[in-house]
């Protein structure tokens, strides 16, 4: 019994609450955008299988939090209609983080046919 109990100690202690904030660049929450996190690489944790991949919508506040997963670098993905897709690795080594995510406009769009 008391190794489970340092069993599980060890998973918490190697865990991390992610919450990603997305807003667009005047500072105005984006709601509904898929926010795809990735656990890449880091301390691995055989005692137990541990999710490693999360699709969540944020929230009318621009939230989406993250049930715990393993410490280490984890790929944040954000898209949403209207707005430049992000993605970016982030190395995390905390118990709980907050990452925040800055949607740009789109880009225009070029094309050979257009006239200059």
């Not at 660049?25 to 880091?42: H, T, W």
């Not at 670098?73 to 118990?95: H, P, R, S, W």
């Not at 990452?99 to 257009?114: C, I, M, R, Y």
Request: zero cysteines.
């Amino acid at each position: 019994m008391l190794l489970l109990g340092f069993a599980l100690t060890l998973i918490a202690a190697d865990t991390t609450t992610l919450t990603v904030h997305v807003t667009n660049q005047a500072g105005k929450p984006v709601g509904n955008a898929s926010v795809i996190v990735r656990f890449v690489e880091g301390r691995s944790i055989k005692l137990t299988k541990i999710r490693k991949e999360w699709e969540l919508r944020t929230s009318e506040e621009g939230m989406a939090k993250m049930p715990p997963m393993p410490q280490g670098k984890i790929l944040v993905q954000v898209i949403a209609k209207n707005y430049q897709t992000f993605g970016q690795t982030f190395d995390i080594e905390v118990d709980e983080k907050v990452v925040d995510v800055v949607l740009n406009p789109p880009q225009k769009q070029f094309s050979v046919h257009e006239k200059q």
